[in-house]
């Protein structure tokens, strides 16, 4: 029986070998490896994934699918966690997860967000996005791409893009374009501690207005002598900093 893909899901299914097979060749999972998929949809990454390793486990929401995914695979084979991405533990499953999934594009920012919880436990993430976020999580400062996404993600992990992937590759096609970027999260040391929250807050802050300079969007939360401890100039527009300049300033 045919599935149709729903709209409040945001399900378009990738039927493209090619563009499935270098997926699977960029995670390159291991026999060892504890891999977890979200949304797995009608298996397009599934089945690649369990011919080259023993167990998977997936996180999926829509019954339908989790009602074929329990006929096709026996549970040794697949461990099913059933509900919402944004709400599952992913740090349940151990110490050293990968995770990977083509995401539904309508939960993929707070997705990555939820996911950086998580960062210690996780040894790398495989995702396909909307190519829009992807542009916006690699995004470099002085840039129209570059954001608060950019920013909070950047602090926290290594970016790499891996691959475009074509509307044409989904069924049904979106409107827009994807692409495939892998997330390393950095180790403890990579980056400076601070009070992470503080941190969220004045970036969050400093983009709110983009067309504001820092004193007008930061003055609230910041004095000019933070600016001047740290030699930013107050002048400038959030999109103009780095990620280090925002951690000196939080810790200013």
Known sequence: MKHIPRKRFGQ?????EGVIHAIVNAINPKPEDVLVEIGP??????????????HLHVVELD????TRLKREYPPERLSIHEGDALKFDFGSLGIATRVCGNLPYNISSPLMFHLMDFAPSIIDMTFM???EVVDRMVAEPSTSAYGRLSVMLQRRFHMEWLLDVPPESFDPPPKVDSAVVRMIPKAPGDYPELDDQRFAEIVATAFSQRRKTLRNT???LIGEEAFTA???DS????????VEDFEKLTTA
């Open 41 to 54: 949809g009608l298996g397009a990454l599934t089945r690649p994934l369990l011919e080259r390793i023993p």
């Open 218 to 220: 930061l003055g609230k």
């Open 230 to 232: 740290t030699g930013i």
């Open 129 to 131: 996005l909307q190519k």
């Open 235 to 242: 002048g400038l527009r959030a999109e103009n900093l780095a």
């Open 12 to 16: 378009h299914f990738l039927v493209d």
């Open 63 to 66: 019954r339908d699918i989790i």
